[in-house]
């Protein structure tokens, strides 16, 4: 890890919707420390800021993929770059997914919106590991079809065998398919709670029904892993922006066992 940024080029740019693009950065000379899928890189702005973003595929070469949805001034500027343009990159931050306890169990990813971008990785290596792993179902959340990301990638991990389900909340004309809540599709695919380890991201409401429904439905809230969000500014577990009761989420997270997050998502505005 460092706390200084190193400089990344970005090699490729890919429009996911109207306010979300993939950039592909690769490092101009030394490259930050190998990440693992769940953790995440502040990448700077030049001129405009930093901001945490999860990476959203890893590449050879060192080379880091990182979705970023425009919402502010600096990812405004972040979702404005080209190819050949300069970021700075400094990490790798925070906690990442426990693929580890998911070994010989089936694997059910659950997104909402953006969400499946930090969710990406692990798709892709549950995929590349068939033997290690058991059932994959992806279940995906999004506000109208336009906000789905990565819809062509869909296809490809239905035909390599995950089991992916989409629902929308407004569908727009012509639509077919589901319409409602992500939970709504936890009874359309085939897992059991005794062999299933759950690994939940998105907004904090979706995260807290979608884990109650498979608490109610029997997978013990130690088998449910969940990345949550908040206002990350150093990413190095000092500045306390990114607290959560006891944790700090840069440093704690921002993948967390629900069993630890359950009760302190349950203290309004905590």
């Known amino acids: 890890m460092t706390t200084v940024p190193l400089p990344y080029r970005v090699t490729a740019v890919s429009a996911e919707t109207a306010d979300c693009v993939s950039l592909e950065v690769a490092p101009v000379g030394r490259a930050l420390p190998e990440f693992s899928p769940g953790r995440f890189a502040m990448v700077y702005a030049f001129g405009a800021g930093e901001v945490?973003?999860?990476?959203?595929a890893i590449g050879d070469g060192h080379r880091l993929t990182h979705t970023v949805r425009a919402v502010g001034a600096v990812t405004g500027a972040l979702c404005r770059l080209r190819a050949g343009d300069a970021v700075g990159l400094r990490g790798p931050y925070g906690v990442g997914w426990d693929l580890g306890a998911a070994?010989?169990?089936?694997v059910l990813v659950v997104a909402g919106g953006i969400g499946l971008a930090p969710?990406?990785?692990v798709v892709r290596h549950v995929l590349d590991h068939p033997g290690h792993y058991g059932r994959l179902n992806v279940l995906i959340g999004a506000r109208t079809p336009q906000d789905l990301l990565y819809g062509e990638e869909l296809e490809r991990w239905r035909r390599a065998s995950a089991r992916v389900e989409v629902t929308v909340d407004r569908p727009g004309p012509g639509r077919r398919g589901s319409v409602?809540?992500?939970?709504t599709l936890l009874d359309r695919v085939d897992w059991r709670p005794d062999r299933t380890e759950a690994l939940l991201c998105g907004p904090e409401v979706m995260i807290r029904h979608?884990?109650?429904a498979l608490l109610d439905r029997g997978l013990p809230a130690q088998r449910v892993q969940v990345s949550l969000e908040r206002n990350m500014r150093c990413g190095t577990g000092h500045c306390g922006h990114c607290?959560?009761?006891p944790l700090l989420l840069c440093r704690d997270g921002p993948v967390v066992g629900y069993d630890r997050t359950r009760p302190l998502l349950a203290v309004r505005e905590l």
């Open 243 to 245: 607290q959560l009761g």
């Open 103 to 106: 070994a010989g169990s089936d």
């Open 210 to 212: 979608t884990a109650g």
């Open 119 to 121: 969710l990406r990785p």
């Open 52 to 56: 945490p973003i999860s990476v959203s």
């Open 180 to 183: 409602g809540v992500v939970t």
